[in-house]
């Protein structure tokens, strides 16, 4: 027998509830084990009091903790307490699957390292992708290659926002309310369109990937909330869209990591990712190209990845490998390929003007557009490192020039 | 320490050993083990005189059998000695990996039923999707959902062919020489190109997902020696390509299976599978649609699954699972949903036989489109099953009209 305690049962709690609930015959006729879920925390007893399986649900921890169950499955979310409870739980050598991406950006190694000690594992595949298998073929199956990079659309309710932008032409407090309306976006929508949620996933996949001590603050995060139907616009017409991009690059003892707004060409794998679907693409110097795509949250896609974590538990597979991750590399927060941009200009200025422009980007091809309403200019200039670039639009200004954003084209 | 042999010493072989070799003092580190590549079997020794590692090499089978390995990874492809070899070292407690789809299509439940006797690990991550980690998160991280289909191209050599018949309007055979000198299709391309490839691979796959005894020579398999570049035209204009698809459906207790040509619309997610891409649709019922894309084939890909492979046997990761695949089954061949289809006539007939055939097809909206050269007609009917189709078809003789080619619109 192995018994299970839930924290938290919220939608995803529910949904992992349901999944137990629907295999436990499977499990018991595959790994001759009979699971148990015989304990739920949550804050509202009250609440769950007309649920058949009431006698599960409990508002104390420390009935969870004298109860000892074999593995528990924190998806409270939130960093406090839910830190506390699945330390404690790792060092009296229970197991822990966790969908909680900020408490894994922010203390999984640690944590990681507390599991490895105790000889439990300590798993959270669902926090990153929701329910598209991603951690494991990364550690696992792609364990022979020297990851180069990684692009990926991890953020579903900006995907959303965007989408809608680009495919009904709404404006960006429109979508979001959508994306609202439709569950995606909580009522507090700053982690999502902030970008804050997909730097840390970009931080646990990398740190994961390249074996590095990723600090998910550092990250260079620009969200969404600033984008305007002008440059949806302009990015339709070079048949690109806008996507929120989280991007890592390893080479030599360079990391760089960014999550940012960036130009796609629509028919690259990126720019096929829309709606609330997620998307990772993984450059591995043995195994070239890979994309995972799939259903970024959700109650069922996440409970699924939970799920599976569990099989692995049930499987036996505690990691015993050695956690290693160096802190000895250079952390790039602007991005160092020579690049095409697109620098949008919202001030009007005399016809002479657009040659100085011209001039302070000599001798490499531009293009100077106009959004629809004439209230923009969109600049698109090639070959260069986001640092040169920051250079030129340092000039910009002393020709009363302000670029108001710039978006990297991401080819 | 973990001693290696390696049985095969092809393309996928020579990655294999390169990758092991780049990659021992990573797995020191990871999972403080020597791993050794010991001995390679090659039937022709002489080739490998200059070999730098030429005292690995040896054409005995039993010097390999005495040296007793602790792990045998199998690359020599083909059901014998493949088969007696495999058999031979799980029999032995010996972990084996292997990307033989042939092997382990034909043979793979016995197989698996001998490693668990033994209490190693039989793995194949490798067959199917080359270098894409697709069996792993099948089994594991999916374990939780039902899954309702597979829709994969999973042959690149076919995949490679049609898209440069769509993309350059090249004739069948042009593009199969294409596909020869750029190493993708072998000089016997019959295993590829009449589907049988394809076939092995989503038998493994769906006995995996459904937990069924599929026997692979069953199933409806069409290859695609007999498109022509009026079909590649006709789904053009229909804003359509024609992929080689292998396609498995569960429901209740039916299983269709299918290896075949169809239409699909450019900008779904299969039908931007383009050259020799593979890749793979996975529907369950808790994550939803999900696909998992990259290269299928190939001298470092496949060699990254098989390192995939050994780090999961690193992690003492034996399948403690109960194998119970059932024979309790419908096997349905024709596509049981209601679809739309493409049928191809390329007799000419009187202009009143276009009454009959929409007489045929009744109340139900077909179009019939003239190819550019005027030699074949194309009807498009939606709204029946295959068997139902077959009907219409058989029908369609009493009038004269021979259906010469049909295709499944695939949605």
Known sequence: MKSIALLGYGTVGSGVYEIIEKNLEDIKNKYNIDLKLNLILVSNLKKYSSHNEFNLFTNSIDVIKNASPDIVIEVMGGLHPAYEYVKYFLEHSKHVIT???????????????????????????ASVGGGIPILKPLKECLGGNNIESIAAIINGTTNFILSKMYDENMGYFEALKLAQDAGFAESDPTSDVEGLDASRKISI????????????????????????????????????????????????????????PVFVHRSSS?????????????????????????????????????????IAIMQNQVDNSNIKLSSDFNFIKNFPLKSKWVLRIDTNFP???????????????????????????????????????LEKIENLKNISVKVTKYFLIYE
């Open 99 to 125: 969908a909680n991406k900020d408490l894994i950006a922010e203390y999984g190694e640690e944590l990681m390292n507390i599991a490895k000690h105790n000889n439990v594992s300590l798993m959270f595949e």
């Open 205 to 260: 996949l990398s740190s994961l990937a390249y074996s590095k001590k990723i600090d998910w603050k550092k990250i260079k995060t620009i969200g969404i909330t600033d984008i305007n139907l002008n440059d949806i616009t302009n990015a339709k017409s070079k048949k690109h869209k806008i996507k929120l991009l989280a991007i890592s690059k390893q080479n030599d003892g360079d990391v760089y990591l960014s999550v940012r």
């Open 270 to 310: 990126i720019g096929k990712i829309d709606n609330e679907f997620n998307g990772v693409v993984i450059d591995g110097d043995s195994v070239g190209n890979l994309m995972f795509y799939g259903k970024g949250a959700g109650k069922y896609p996440t409970a699924s990845s939970i799920f599976g974590d569990l």
């Open 351 to 389: 016809d002479e003007t657009t040659s100085q422009i011209l001039d302070e980007f000599s001798n490499l091809p531009i293009t100077i557009d106009k959004s629809g309403d004439n209230k923009s200019l969109y600049i698109t200039v090639s070959e260069f490192t986001e640092d040169e670039l």
